[in-house]
Each structure stands twice: as C-alpha cells, then as structure tokens.
C-alpha cells in the first residue's frame, strides 16, 4: 500500500509521464490536452443496457487517456486524480447543462407524482419548473436569483469491490470524484460526493464478459448504505449525478442508477409515512427557503465518466 511520502515524492521528484513515458512530467503537456482538451461529449454503449442515464465522457479512452487511467488505478499514481478530477467536473457540467426532462434516469417513481391528500390552500403554490436556460445558468454558477444560490451537485461514485480496494489501497472512482468535486466547488459550483453505493454480493471478474453478460453479472449487485436514501433525497433538489473512472458496456452505470433510483424512492415513501402520508415541507440547510422533495428535472439521474470506448463518441439516436 503507497504511503503518504510516495504520493509526496510523485508530485515532487521528477518522473516520467504516465500517458507516453516522456521524462520530467507526471503528465506532459501533450497527454494533458489529450485528457481535459476537448469538449466532454454524450456517449452511448452498443448495445446500450437498459436503464443507463445520459452518459458524458471527457475523452475516448485510447493511447495516453488509457495509460492515465491504467497507471492510476493499477499502478497507484495518486498524484494523477488531480487532472483526471478535472476532466470528470468538465464531463459533469456537460451532463448537467445538457439534461432535459423526460430522459432516462428522473426519478419519478409510479405513483408518487400526485399529492395524497388536497394541498393547503393557506400553502404557497411549488415555484413552476425553470426554463432549459436558467438551468444551465444554474449549473454554470452565473444565477443571480433572489436567494443567490447555485443548484447543488451531488457526485455518486461506482465503487470498487473490497478486494480491489485492499488490493490497491484505494477506490479510484472515489478519489477521482472527490478531487472533480473540488475543481466545482473552485468553479463556483456547489458539489459533493455522496459515496453511498455499496455491494451487497460479489460479483465475477468482468474481463472478457460481453455485454450482456455483465448485465447478468451486475443485476442486484450493488446497494444504498443504511442512510445513504435519506442523503440522497436531500440532494434532490440537484442533479444526481453518477460517476466512475470509466465506461465500457455501460452495465455499471445502469445499475448503480438502479440502485439509486430505489433507494431514493424508498426513502420517499418512508417520508410519505413518517408525515402521516402527507410530504410535508423540508427546509434547505442553511437557509429559510421552503423546498420539497420534488421530482422533475434537476432531480435527473445522469452519468460521467473520464473515459469511455472511442466507437461510443458521436452516435446520436434520437
């Protein structure tokens, strides 16, 4: 297991680059750029699993992208979560500016769209949804409204199986959303890692499975921490956001959204019984303003990841 002094001595000594071995650099210019220089863009697995959200990836995962992410996730070059964070903040915003609602991934789990029991007429009515402009404003940091505040994002990372973790002495997709979360926050967007996935059983060595086969592999495999839905309702008034390394078949993404998705509708009923089944109101931390558990769309489960297969960049099927 690395030691605080080899991550110290990563960032100090020089060394070679990580993504083409050019001398002196953790990571050169060249594969920087190749890393964080281009737009993120929506990407989409074939075939696409069911259940998988709006995907974005920062860039295709080849060459020196592909040698970044091998040598820190296998080889523990820690002092590369720092770029490959802010490659994945630039893949969240991307996501985030470009959800709508009616896409795979809002949480509006059946029958909970209508209120049980007649609103209080004494009660101001819920604000009406945002235009697709505001919200991008929103997301950006730039909304000026009355309470001066910037919509939340709360960053669930896919976790890594205990194994792994022990072997390599780190969850890669957790350290990597922690440091996108901070490139946000200095970007003067609000963000969190909400790290609440958890698996329930183990699961069969992925390489060499199909698509299909890993969706079989994967199905029910993953779960919300005891607590974890209470979390992520209160983040409901963001934008969920699910969040890994990399995506191949996508199947890891579909069923962490899954499980997600449950555990957020789950918590909703709690909710719905614990105020004798009626939702009552829930104030924002921090502040006096009165907001309920809606569901809609800054409520949408999306996806980014740093790297995805280059076949899965461009494909528009609408």
Not at 226 to 238: D, H, I, K, M, S
Request: glycine content about 10%.
């Amino acid at each position: 297991m690395r030691g605080w002094w080899q991550d110290l001595t990563d960032l100090v000594l020089p060394a070679e680059c990580e993504g083409c071995g050019r001398p002196r650099a953790l990571l050169c210019a060249a594969c920087r750029a190749a890393l964080c220089g281009s737009a993120p863009c929506r990407v989409r697995p074939v075939p696409e699993p069911p259940g998988l959200p709006v995907v974005h990836a920062a860039a295709p995962y080849a060459d020196s992208v592909r040698a970044v992410l091998l040598a820190h996730k296998e080889r523990g070059a820690l002092g590369l979560a720092g770029p490959l964070g802010k490659a994945l903040a630039e893949a969240v915003r991307a996501g985030a500016r470009g959800g709508a609602p009616g896409l795979p991934g809002l949480l509006e789990p059946p029958g909970l769209q209508e209120p049980l029991e007649p609103p209080d007429p004494r009660e101001p009515p819920d604000p009406p949804h945002r235009s697709d402009t505001a919200a991008r404003s929103w997301v950006d940091g730039t909304h000026g409204g009355s309470q001066g505040r910037t919509a939340p994002l709360a960053l669930v990372p896919v976790p890594s199986s205990r194994a792994s973790v022990r072997a390599r002495g780190q969850d890669p997709a957790r350290r990597i959303a922690l440091a996108a979360a901070g490139e946000l926050r200095r970007a003067g967007i609000p963000a969190r890692v909400l790290a609440v996935l958890r698996q329930r059983r183990a699961v069969a060595d992925q390489a060499g499975l199909d698509s299909r086969q890993r969706q079989a592999n994967l199905a029910g495999a993953l779960e919300v921490t005891a607590g974890g839905g209470r979390l992520l309702l209160a983040a409901g008034a963001g934008r969920i956001v699910v969040v890994d390394d990399l995506m191949t078949t996508g199947a890891s993404l579909a069923e962490a959204v899954r499980a997600v998705h449950d555990a957020y509708r789950d918590a909703i009923h709690d909710l719905h019984k614990e105020k004798n089944t009626r939702v009552e109101a829930v104030r924002g931390r921090g502040t006096d303003t009165v907001r309920r558990p809606s569901m809609g769309r800054q409520n949408a489960i999306t996806a980014a990841v740093v790297a995805a297969p280059p076949d899965s960049f461009g494909i528009n099927r609408n």
